[in-house]
């Protein structure tokens, strides 16, 4: 069976870039579908970084915190904000091209909860895409790359990982040996009807990590991008919050914009308030619109989204987008320490499937790209500072856990269904007790914790994935009883720091602890 000095799971920017800089070494990259189907591949606004001289690190780094509602990390708040500028320089002199005035100085955007311009970008609004295609680029020729097989589950023996097991899409499984493995598969955006995740995104890497005995914190916190692009009642795509750091406002459909009565930053607010007001104001009734129409150079700043619009037969002439919120991204997931450790030896995590502490309760705008930059290179000189022993295993098969035979799966339609309508923008106890049943009725079916992957197809493992993930979420967010980023509760609708600040829901297989 193939061996290597590390195995990552997955593509985007934080698999990429811990990728490059682990590229002396025998890296094996798996991912389930092609490399480019990734959110990293979907990113508009940009990349938040310090360049400006009247702008600073701490100012960030306070941004952050509020943005997160105080539950951050600040150590690791502290080295992602400062290591922004310097990550995005180094990768300019590779040759990585950003968006620059005639005089070569970075044309710096601004997005919700931001003190100051700081977005960089690439492309206009496809910063996302041009990153990651360059880190691809920079990176393919010096690792193995293996698109279309499905990482199923983690090999581990007394609480040390030692690689992965694969499904290909006609059954095969395969076994891959490291001496480490990242898991760098992103969030769970596909758990939600409507997202602006891509489709592949079914919270794989989190599920596959808690069945190994990892821990899993703050699940209860889920982004919901204010502005996805809504027609006919489905979210169709992305329209950047860097559209209203340009100038534009929500309105309504008589014309009234909302924002400026409801925070001081109105429009660029950060995300949770934001969202949540669009909510309000579609609950009322109305529908909710983008209006775009001081913006004279809207189709060369935002070529995507022009072109995405054209495509859903969105006039833009008439000046307003319809759009109304989405999930969009998870502050929780695999708890890692500064380095992507996990509590299982030899196993790391990285990038939105990771728990680093750095977002907070609600991410601050256009942090995730530098995350995955940032954090990408930390994990791989970490590792790199490590001896990279081969693992000496005889792997077994799993136990007979579970089996096909009479197990009734639901459609993911039918959990995107009860996420979307239970476990929202708005929480309540009596719908996340609906919704936590719901999972746990086919939790007599097959386990959460263990099942034997040879006995489902890829889409079927996708779907208890799925339902696992769901479970997570939804029964945090029962036991969370405040209000806070992402997290919002009808019947606790404040924060209560006494209780709950700095505090983690921590999942294990043992079940949950609250944690520091």
């Not at 940009?46 to 960030?60: E, L, M, R, T, Y």
């Not at 049943?437 to 386990?447: A, M």
């Not at 034997?452 to 993930?469: A, D, G, L, R, S």
Request: charged content about 20%; proline content about 3%; aromatic content about 8%.
């Amino acid at each position: 069976m193939p061996h290597s000095d590390v195995i990552i799971i997955g593509s985007g920017i934080a698999a990429l870039s811990a990728a490059y800089h682990l590229k002396h070494k025998q890296v094996t990259l798996i991912t389930k579908s092609t490399w480019e189907k990734s959110n990293s591949m979907l990113a508009q606004g940009g990349i938040a970084a310090v360049i400006h001289q009247n702008d600073s690190w701490k100012k960030h780094f306070e941004d952050t915190l509020t943005a997160g509602c105080y539950h951050n990390n600040p150590i690791n708040v502290e080295h992602l904000v400062q290591n922004g500028p310097k990550e995005i320089l180094e990768w300019c002199q590779r040759g990585m091209r950003f968006d620059c005035d005639q005089n070569g100085q970075f044309l710096l955007g601004k997005e919700g909860a931001h003190s100051h311009h700081r977005i960089i970008h690439a492309g206009g609004d496809a910063t996302g895409r041009a990153i990651t295609h360059f880190l691809y680029q920079a990176t393919k020729s010096s690792i193995r790359i293996i698109e279309n097989e499905m990482a199923t589950d983690l090999i581990v023996d007394k609480d040390e990982c030692y690689g992965v097991f694969t499904k290909s899409k006609d059954g095969t499984i395969k076994q891959y040996l490291a001496s480490k493995t990242i898991i760098a598969s992103g969030g769970c955006g596909a758990v939600y009807g409507h997202t602006s995740n891509a489709d592949v995104i079914t919270g794989d890497g989190i599920a596959m990590a808690y069945r190994a005995g990892a821990e899993i914190a703050d699940m209860e916190f889920i982004q919901f991008h204010p502005t996805m692009l809504q027609i006919n009642g489905q979210c169709v795509g992305l329209i950047s919050e860097a559209v209203r750091g340009e100038g534009a406002v929500l309105i309504n459909q008589n014309g009234e914009a909302f924002m400026e009565s409801l925070h001081p930053q109105a429009d660029l607010a950060p995300r949770d308030i934001v969202s949540r007001a669009i909510f309000f104001e579609m609950k009322k009734g109305n529908e909710v619109f983008l209006d775009i129409s001081m913006l004279s150079n809207f189709a060369s700043r935002f070529p995507t989204i022009s072109r995405m619009c054209k495509q859903h037969e969105v006039d833009l002439k008439h000046g307003r987008i319809p759009v109304a919120p989405g999930m969009h991204f998870l502050m929780g997931g695999i708890r890692t320490d500064e380095n992507g450790e996990t509590n299982i030896k030899n196993l790391l995590a990285v990038g939105e499937a990771a728990c680093t502490g750095v977002h907070g309760a609600n991410r601050l705008a256009s942090n995730s790209l530098l995350e995955g930059l940032v954090f990408g290179k930390r994990v791989a000189s970490h590792l790199l500072s490590l001896p990279l022993k081969q693992p000496l295993l005889a792997v077994k098969d799993s136990a007979e856990i579970a089996s096909i035979d009479g197990c009734e799966l639901p459609t993911k339609k039918q959990i995107q269904g009860i996420m979307t309508r239970y476990v929202g923008i708005q929480r309540t106890e009596a719908e996340l007790i609906y919704a936590v049943n719901w999972f746990e009725k086919y939790q007599k079916q097959f386990s959460f914790w263990a099942f034997n992957v040879k006995n489902f197809t890829n889409q079927q493992i996708e779907i208890i994935n799925m339902i696992t993930v769901g479970w997570l979420i939804s029964s945090s967010a029962l036991n969370r009883t405040e209000s806070r980023g992402g997290h919002y509760r009808i019947d606790f609708p404040e924060i209560n720091d006494n209780d709950w600040r700095n505090k983690q829901l921590i999942r294990t297989k043992d079940e949950m602890y609250v944690g520091v």
